[in-house]
């Protein structure tokens, strides 16, 4: 779920972005918003659905087929698969019961979940709720573990797809493995401290991570298309079907139905783009966090894994800084089999965009070339910043 493979930097300070941004354009030019959609075709997705959402109004497009057999279009309210955009939601949560006063972020792991994180070197009385969330813990990513690797090959994925997994269960399988770094060392991408703040808001409320999300997030919202589901196979609603390959030159296989509970706390989520947007546009805007713990959702550190693909980026707590030619957005994109979302938020909260594809992983079509970054970013440059 949004992990890369690039040689890591060393971590820098803390820093808060310029969040100063070029005034959005009054209106989505829908014209720019289609060809860019269109575009993401040639990079090999078989479908695409994108919402653009400004103070001077919205546009909703969509390019290529949701059932690639039958040749129908993304339902214009498809569902789908958010992956690790699942981050914020579960940041969000922990986030909240800071601004409560029931947790700290300098709290260690092992005050509220004693033993859990322990062996080949880990050590949980030496890492915060802090660095969980900004993924400067030094935990080990439980998807490199050798009981994962079904997730790699199509026989693998078909005769595994709908395993379910505990929480603990997946912990464990990190704890196979030696840490990546010590404790706020470096910045290394890993889902396992998403399961491990999903369980530490477990222990806090009483509560699993997906009914505190739709208890503080989801119903408050009114995100009647977004639902948090622990094993449920399905993509319930409207929705695409999802499409992977488990090789650049392998078939699109149909990986639309899979037990999400691999992914938890990191990954699970479905939502829409509307909701995702409603979501987005809340956080930013002030209305789910207080202001003290919204700042420390945007004290961010280097993100050298994420720097290939979105040049610049750097890492706050369950958000990604991103910069453009007009300053820069917030965002939490995710891949997971069969989906891929990318979006992003103005600073002031005011304008957002969100892309569903439906494949993960994407291959561009014959004849062309690979981006030099993540697919997204033109599309999102001019949703924020127009065309040059």
């Not at 404790?183 to 505190?212: C, F, Q």
Request: hydrophobic fraction near 40%.
């Amino acid at each position: 779920m949004m992990k890369a493979g690039i040689a890591l930097l060393a971590l820098s300070g803390m820093v808060v972005p310029q969040v100063a941004t070029a005034a959005p354009r009054p209106r989505p030019d829908r014209a720019v918003l289609q060809q860019d959609a269109d575009q993401l075709l040639e990079m090999g997705a078989p479908g695409v659905l994108v919402e653009l959402t400004t103070p001077g109004g919205s546009a909703k497009v969509r390019s290529g087929y949701g059932d690639v057999e039958a040749r129908t279009p993304v339902p214009w309210d498809a569902r789908f698969r958010i992956g690790s955009s699942t981050k914020t939601f579960t940041a969000t949560v922990v986030l909240q019961l800071v601004g409560e006063g029931r947790l700290s972020l300098e709290d260690t792991v092992d005050r509220w979940l004693p033993g859990v994180v322990t062996g080949n070197g880990n050590d949980g009385t030496r890492i915060t709720v802090r660095q969980l969330l900004q993924h400067t813990s030094g935990v080990p990513d439980y998807l490199g573990s050798a009981a994962m690797a079904f997730l790699g090959s199509e026989e693998g994925f078909l005769a595994n797809r709908f395993r379910d997994f505990g929480e603990a269960e997946l912990v464990g399988m990190a704890m196979t493995l030696p840490p990546t770094f010590a404790p706020g060392a470096d910045w290394s991408y890993s889902n396992t401290n998403y399961v491990l703040a999903g369980m530490i808001v477990k222990r806090v409320t009483g509560h699993d991570w997906a009914t505190e999300v739709r208890r503080r997030i989801i119903e408050p919202l009114h995100l009647d298309d977004t639902y948090a589901p622990t094993a449920l196979p399905l993509v319930l609603g409207p929705h695409a079907k999802g499409y992977t390959r488990f090789a650049p030159d392998g078939p699109a296989v149909d990986a639309t139905a899979f037990s999400p509970s691999w992914a938890g706390a990191a990954g699970a989520v479905v939502s829409d783009t509307a909701d995702l947007s409603t979501f987005l546009r809340a956080l930013l805007g002030g209305r789910l966090l207080r202001p003290a713990q919204l700042a420390e959702m945007q004290k961010t550190v280097a993100a050298p894994e994420f720097q290939r693909a979105w040049p610049g980026a750097r890492y706050g707590l369950g958000l990604a800084w991103i910069p453009t030619t007009c300053g820069g957005y917030w965002s939490h994109g995710g891949d997971v089999p069969g989906f891929r979302t990318r979006n992003g938020v103005t600073a002031d909260g005011r304008t957002s965009v969100v892309i569903s594809m439906n494949a993960d992983p994407i291959v561009p079509l014959e004849g062309t070339p690979p981006p030099r970054h993540d697919e997204s970013v033109e599309l999102i440059e001019h949703a924020f910043c127009g065309t040059p």
